[in-house]
């Protein structure tokens, strides 16, 4: 895990002190179906790196967690690999961010949150949903886990793969299939639908009886660049 330098180059105290917290590592255990492969995701402890952030300083010794100097803070997030470029099995996925904020008393309130990766983003659980804050994902495409959600059964049949109820407040900006497929407009003749607004976020388990509370907005930037399953 690296913290970049904005121009481009790695800040090695960071990324040590960063890896120290353990508010971000890498896995391979989450099976996307419809990928019909194994993610090598970066995980995202949000309350994590929030703490993080804040008790050693990462931002710089002039800001904090209130910084409003960018429109809120912004993290961008990503996977550097060999297929970064290209259709892959890369993401990013963050967790713990029922409500946007640190554990440290002493820490200053978030007044807002964007996270922003070029791969896809997998968001597990609420999100923002307790005291709310501005907030917003931008990702070549965007996927929902619920609190339900669980590796173990990732790989498995969807009637082991039951949702909860879950919430999220964020706007959503993210790659979308596209009706008609690649033959555009035209292809619509073809029965290539791409399943309507309710498919824009990419869900992987059985809602049946269960219902995400989502509020927000719908931004699409058309057709995903790396992922093209099905």
Not at 41 to 54: P, Q
Not at 116 to 123: E, G, L, S
Not at 135 to 162: E, H, I, K, Q, Y
Request: proline residues 3%.
């Amino acid at each position: 895990m690296e913290v970049r330098n904005p121009d481009g180059s790695t800040d090695h105290l960071a990324s040590a002190t960063l890896a120290g917290c353990g508010a971000a590592s890498r896995s391979g255990s989450l099976y996307n179906n419809r990928e019909e492969t194994y993610i090598e995701m970066l995980d995202v402890d949000v309350e994590g790196l929030l703490d993080c952030l804040h008790s050693h300083q990462l931002m710089g010794a002039s800001k904090d967690l209130d910084d409003s100097s960018e429109g809120e803070l912004v993290w961008c997030l990503g996977i550097d690999g060999p297929n970064a470029n290209w259709v892959n099995d890369y993401g990013v996925r963050v967790f713990n961010g029922r409500e946007i904020v640190s554990s440290l008393a002493a820490a200053p309130a978030v007044r807002g949150l964007t996270i922003v990766t070029d791969q896809a983003i997998y968001v597990q659980g609420d999100y923002s949903a307790v005291n709310r804050k501005p907030a917003a994902f931008l990702a070549d495409s965007l996927n929902v886990l619920s609190n339900n959600w669980s590796d173990t059964r990732g790989a498995g049949p969807l009637s082991g793969r039951v949702a909860s109820d879950t919430t999220i407040f964020a706007a959503f900006l993210a790659g979308t299939d596209t009706t008609g497929g690649f033959a555009g407009p035209g292809g619509r003749d073809q029965d290539v639908y791409n399943g309507g607004v309710e498919n824009y976020p990419r869900v992987h388990e059985t809602w049946s009886g269960r219902t995400l509370t989502y509020l927000g907005s719908f931004v699409s930037l058309n057709r995903p660049r790396h992922v093209d399953g099905a």
